[in-house]
């Protein structure tokens, strides 16, 4: 009986790997120079958190209206935070964000009967986004622990919005389920990309 039998089956896997390690190599190549034609990795960023923040807004909307549950959506104020893109960042930042942020602030001291509950986040949001200091605003926020926030926080929601929907299938077959299951996953893309450049 021969016991050594087995050696060509070991070279014959070991090669099927080593292409298949060069088919992969050669891909993340091309997708690499097809990301430089479109004007580099941070083209690719910056689109991606464009998608993230109109998702997580979405999300809070949705939640305001008709996707009433017991998902803690309080942290879509910090995710919009890390995730919203520079040029609305700095607008709402500025004088705009300040003002606003004012006028919430007067309107929910003197006048609570005039603000409505559904405007509480988004309000939030823009006191945060107003009155941060600068090393989250602009180092926090625009570093890989700013992604990685964003990315616990959207691993969360996707575990209890499955949870709250009795499982993985019924979040894609239950009336609403599917649009908030999309929104949700929608706010993983662009911190797994985020951290993935920022790493390269």
Same mark, same amino acid.
């Given at each position: ?10 070279r ?9 390690l ?54 879509l ?11 609305? #960042?700095?607008?709402?930042r500025? /004088? ?8 919430? +602030? $007067? =309107?929910?001291?003197?006048? @609570? ?18 009155v ?35 499982? #993985?299938?019924?979040?894609?077959? /239950? ?8 929104? +949700? $996953? =929608?706010?993983l893309?662009? @911190? ?9």
């Amino acid at each position: 009986m021969k016991i050594g039998g087995g050696g060509g089956y070991l070279r014959m896997s070991t090669d099927v790997i080593s292409s298949d390690l060069k088919e992969i190599g050669n891909a993340a190549k091309k997708l690499a120079a097809d990301a430089a034609k479109l004007g580099g990795l941070g083209f690719g960023t910056t689109f991606l958190e464009w998608i993230a923040a109109f998702a997580a807004i979405y999300l809070l909307i949705l939640d305001r209206t008709n996707w009433k549950t017991n998902i803690l959506t309080g942290l879509l104020v910090p995710y919009i935070f890390f995730s919203l893109p520079a040029l609305l #960042f700095n607008i709402l930042r500025g /004088q705009i964000g300040k003002w606003i942020a004012f006028i919430a +602030i $007067i =309107l929910r001291i003197f006048f @609570p009967k005039h603000f409505p509950d559904y405007l509480e986040l988004p309000a939030a949001v823009i006191l945060i986004i107003a009155v941060s200091p600068s090393l989250l605003a602009h180092t926090v926020k625009n570093s890989w622990i700013g992604a990685l926030i964003c990315l616990l926080i959207g691993c969360y929601l996707l575990q209890e919005h499955i949870r709250a929907r009795g499982g #993985f299938r019924n979040s894609f077959t /239950q009336a609403n389920g599917v649009s908030n299951t999309v929104g +949700i $996953i =929608l706010l993983l893309v662009y @911190p797994v990309w985020a951290l993935i450049v920022d790493f390269l």
